[in-house]
């Protein structure tokens, strides 16, 4: 099993920035890709963005938003700028297994519980 820890989530105000981290811990050898997801209210969760072992360890998204993931410490990062009201919302840490080293983990993934982020307008 792995278990994900969400931190750094809470109130900023509009044009501020936020730093979330999430922690892995358990059979992190059977982590394959690390990444962020967010819920708005009533809405599916969308996929921010996602890093695979092996592959980019960061990656850029619309020049705000920076996902960057440390693989020795198990460890993926949001770092969020120029945030806006609109970005209000539930941000969830996510982790794929990797069927090759973790055959038995298919159809399994993972998630953290989950940090409100509040922009203020």
């Known amino acids: 099993q792995v278990q994900l820890v969400e931190s750094g989530g809470g109130l900023v105000e509009n044009g501020g920035s936020l730093r979330l981290s999430c922690a892995a811990s358990?059979?992190?050898?059977?982590?394959?890709?690390m990444g962020w997801y967010r819920q708005f209210p009533g809405k599916e969760r969308e996929l921010i963005e996602e890093?695979?072992?092996?592959?980019p360890q960061t990656k850029v998204i619309k020049g705000r938003f920076t996902v960057s993931r440390d693989g020795a410490k198990n460890i993926v990062n949001l770092q969020m700028t120029n945030l806006k009201p609109e970005d209000t919302a539930i941000y969830f840490c996510?982790?794929?297994?990797?069927?090759?080293?973790?055959?038995?983990?298919?159809?399994?993934?993972?998630w953290g519980r989950g940090t409100q982020v509040t922009v203020s307008s």
């Open positions: 996510y982790a794929d297994p990797d069927l090759d080293t973790c055959p038995d983990l298919i159809g399994t993934d993972y």
């Open positions: 358990g059979d992190t050898k059977c982590i394959s890709s």
């Open positions: 890093i695979f072992r092996g592959g």
